[in-house]
């Protein structure tokens, strides 16, 4: 079964407004989410990692104003895209780490969400 | 810093063939973990396959395999017994080292567009 959710799956708005995009982690507790961006035909590039009760930390060339992160609660993290443009148009995609036996970091993988599609006009 | 390479844009196999997805990575961190993601069209990344540094034995995971060579600083993916549904884009990732004290993300390659013909 799914072990993140991601909700909308798809959204399309007009320029100048703001779109939130929720991550959610099933059945586990998720101190440190991952959101990421993929442009039509490239890889996925990490743009922040989320963490819960505490600021995101940003990649470089970010716009921490404009992608405001949110991490909440152990479950739940969410990613806000302000004032929109169709520059922003993009596939966004969560992840979250799950632990290895008896919580190994060694043996830790990521799964992802569905992902999200925003389309600005 | 690391670097993930996947030099293969696009690969075709025929069905019920096994196919190889070539990824190199560079780092000085002896302690990392690789992963294979699958991507289909609908844009979900599942999950496929994991290998960590220290792992002395290839890793497997039903039709898929981790072809790990350390010295070469290759990891590539072996499907065997292709099926239609194997077709989408394939992505090679690395996480950052468990000593660096980092949030351990994954930085990927740029992917594989695999095609499996009938």
């Known amino acids: 079964g799914a072990v993140v959710s991601q909700h909308p799956s798809r959204v399309i708005c007009k320029s100048g407004t703001s779109v939130k995009i929720e991550c959610r982690s099933l059945d586990f507790q998720a101190t440190t989410m991952f959101w990421y961006r993929q442009f039509p035909k490239q890889s996925l590039m990490l743009m922040a990692t989320?963490?819960?009760?505490?600021?995101?930390?940003?990649e470089q060339g970010v716009e921490k104003d404009k992608f405001l992160i949110n991490h909440a609660s152990l479950t739940l993290s969410t990613l806000t895209v302000t004032s929109a443009h169709p520059e922003d148009s993009s596939f966004y995609i969560c992840?979250?780490?799950?632990?290895?036996?008896?919580?190994?970091?060694?043996?830790?993988?990521?799964?992802f969400g569905p992902g999200t599609r925003l389309l600005v006009l | 810093a690391q670097k993930i390479t996947q030099t293969q844009p696009g690969m075709f196999v025929q069905e019920k063939e096994a196919v190889t997805l070539d990824c190199t990575y560079d780092t000085s961190d002896q302690s990392y973990g690789l992963f294979w993601y699958k991507q289909p069209s609908s844009g979900e990344m599942i999950f496929l396959i994991y290998q960590g540094s220290y792992d002395e034995q290839n890793a497997t995971e039903g039709r898929y395999s981790l072809n790990f060579q350390k010295a070469r600083k290759s990891a590539n993916l072996v499907i065997s017994a292709s099926q239609l549904g194997d077709s989408a884009m394939y992505f090679c990732?690395?996480?950052?080292?468990?000593?660096?004290?980092?949030?351990?993300?994954?930085?990927f390659g740029s992917g594989t567009q695999l095609t499996v013909l009938p």
């Open positions: 990732a690395m996480r950052e080292p468990l000593s660096s004290g980092s949030a351990r993300q994954l930085t």
């Open positions: 989320s963490n819960e009760g505490s600021k995101a930390t940003y």
């Open positions: 992840s979250t780490r799950i632990p290895g036996l008896a919580g190994s970091l060694y043996q830790e993988t990521q799964y």
